[in-house]
């Protein structure tokens, strides 16, 4: 059983970066695909992004594309949102996921374990 913690998140003001990660514990993440997913009020979750086991494939959604990287530390059991240049609609709950596959899917109902999330608010 895999337990996904996120931090990172915080309040910040708009064009600001903030770098989200997600640690693994209870088994290694080595094998497996990870993806960011979040969810603003009264909304809901969707995907932000996705690495394949590797790193050699990753996948945004529109919204983030050349604002966000995902990236992994497999040795450290650890994946990576930065996020640059944020806009206040990106203000959401930042939830880490894993999927017992080795590439990268974007549908939530495929990943396998989940964070509990940590709150990203974008605001002046």
């Known amino acids: 059983q895999v337990q996904l913690v996120e931090s990172g998140g915080g309040l910040v003001q708009p064009g600001a970066s903030l770098r989200l990660s997600c640690a693994a514990s209870?088994?290694?993440?080595?094998?497996?695909?990870m993806g960011w997913f979040r969810q603003a009020p009264g909304k809901e979750r969707e995907f932000v992004a996705a690495?394949?086991?590797?790193?050699?494939?990753?996948d945004y959604a529109d919204s983030v594309k050349g604002r966000f990287t995902i990236s992994r530390d497999n040795a450290k059991n650890t994946v990576y949102l930065q996020m640059n240049t944020l806009k206040p609609e990106d203000t959401a709950v930042y939830y880490c996921?894993?999927?017992?596959?080795?590439?990268?899917?974007?549908?939530?109902?495929?990943?396998?374990?989940w964070g509990q999330g940590t709150q990203v608010t974008v605001s002046s």
């Open positions: 996921a894993a999927e017992r596959n080795p590439w990268i899917v974007t549908t939530i109902n495929e990943y396998d374990w």
């Open positions: 690495i394949s086991w590797s790193g050699g494939s990753r």
């Open positions: 209870g088994g290694s993440i080595s094998k497996y695909a």
